[in-house]
């Protein structure tokens, strides 16, 4: 039997490191540019993630993140988190989520999977929550927008895959990806005309 705690430990780091890693080898105009209506942004998405994280695994055990996220505060704009100004760097919006990391794995470390917290933002009824469920949950949240960032990522430079050192795709060249990209396109033409 494995330990529960490390198995989720490790599903968090692994999903944050893919994340982070989505930004190498970008410039500051496209890890921030929006590259969705809703405004979806490489190091905005980082910044959201960093906040959650932050949240979760510090105010809600009583372990509160010991700097301020003033995107968060109850006066900031709303969606605040979702994107960098010009005076947060790369290096400014990394560096907070790896300060995270670091308060988050103490607060894993320090206590049971049994020990319970409060989510403040969620409804009543669901408020009380152990660490092992908020484990889940950050880690649910973490690989959903690492996914947001791998499509981002894609439509930058069309660098896409799950680590530098394992693509998770099938091998082709370019001239294998366009041939396949029409493949599918032609399939939704065909079903679209039956419809």
């Not at 893919?18 to 905005?44: H, I, M, Q, S």
């Not at 704009?77 to 990394?94: F, G, K, L, R």
């Not at 908020?134 to 927008?145: F, Q, S």
């Amino acid at each position: 039997m494995t330990d529960a705690k490390a198995d989720l430990r490790h599903y968090l780091q692994q999903a944050r490191e893919a994340l982070l890693w989505k930004l190498d080898g970008l410039d500051e105009y496209d890890v921030r540019r929006p590259l969705t209506p809703t405004g979806t942004n490489l190091l905005g998405l980082v910044k959201h993630v960093a906040s959650v994280e932050a949240g979760y695994l510090g105010e809600v055990f009583g372990r509160p993140f010991p700097e301020p996220l003033p995107w968060l505060a109850a006066d900031a704009e709303p969606n605040a988190d979702m994107w960098a100004t010009p005076e947060e760097s790369v290096a400014d919006i990394t560096g907070l989520y790896h300060r995270v990391w670091a308060h988050s794995d103490a607060t894993v470390e320090q206590l049971p999977l049994e020990a319970t917290g409060r989510v403040p933002w969620w409804p009543e009824e669901r408020r009380e929550v152990t660490l092992h469920r908020v484990l889940v949950h950050v880690i649910a949240e973490t690989d959903r927008h690492a996914g947001h960032a791998d499509i981002v990522r894609e439509l930058i430079d069309h660098s896409a895959g799950l680590r530098a050192d394992v693509s998770n795709l099938p091998p082709g060249d370019e001239s294998w990806w366009s041939a396949y990209h029409e493949r599918v396109e032609q399939a939704a033409r065909t079903a679209a005309g039956r419809a």
